[in-house]
C-alpha cells in the first residue's frame, strides 16, 4: 500500500512557474520510480515526466527545457518545478508511484491537483 498526496497546483499567467509536491507514505526507498502525469478534458492522461529511485530522470518533449523532476528521500517527496508555463500546460497533475515485489508490478495515483495556466 502507497498512499500519495499532490499539492502546490493553482493558477499562473503564461509565463509563469509552479512547483508540485507528491509525498509518499511510504518511504521512496520502497518506490521503483516515482512519475508525473497530467490530464486535460477530453484527452487521455499523459506521462510528463518520471524519476527512478536512483534518480535517473526522464521528460516528455513537450516540456524538456521547462519542467524538471526531482526528489527528496528524507522527505519521502518528489517535485515537479514547472518554468516557462502555456496554456497547453493546463491540466489536472497525477502523481504516480511505481512499486515492484518480485514479478509483480504495482502503481499507485494520488488523487491530482490542478494547474491551470492562463494567457
Known amino acids: 500500500q502507497v498512499q500519495l498526496v499532490e499539492s502546490g497546483g493553482g493558477l499562473v499567467q503564461a509565463g509563469g512557474s509552479l512547483r508540485l509536491s507528491c509525498t509518499a507514505s511510504?518511504?521512496?526507498?520502497?518506490?521503483?520510480?516515482m512519475g508525473w502525469y497530467r490530464q486535460a478534458p477530453g484527452k487521455e492522461r499523459e506521462l510528463v515526466a518520471i524519476?527512478?529511485?536512483?534518480?535517473?530522470?526522464n521528460n516528455a518533449d513537450s516540456v524538456k527545457g521547462r519542467f524538471t523532476i526531482s526528489g527528496d528521500t528524507a522527505k519521502n517527496t518528489v517535485y515537479l518545478q514547472m518554468n516557462s508555463l502555456k496554456p497547453e500546460d493546463t491540466g489536472v497533475y497525477y502523481c504516480?508511484?511505481?512499486?515492484?515485489?518480485?514479478?509483480?508490478?504495482?502503481?499507485?495515483w494520488g488523487q491530482g491537483t490542478q494547474v491551470t495556466v492562463s494567457s
Open positions: 504516480r508511484a511505481t512499486v515492484v515485489s518480485g514479478p509483480t508490478v504495482y502503481y499507485y
Open positions: 511510504r518511504s521512496i526507498f520502497s518506490i521503483t520510480a
Open positions: 524519476i527512478t529511485v536512483g534518480g535517473s530522470a
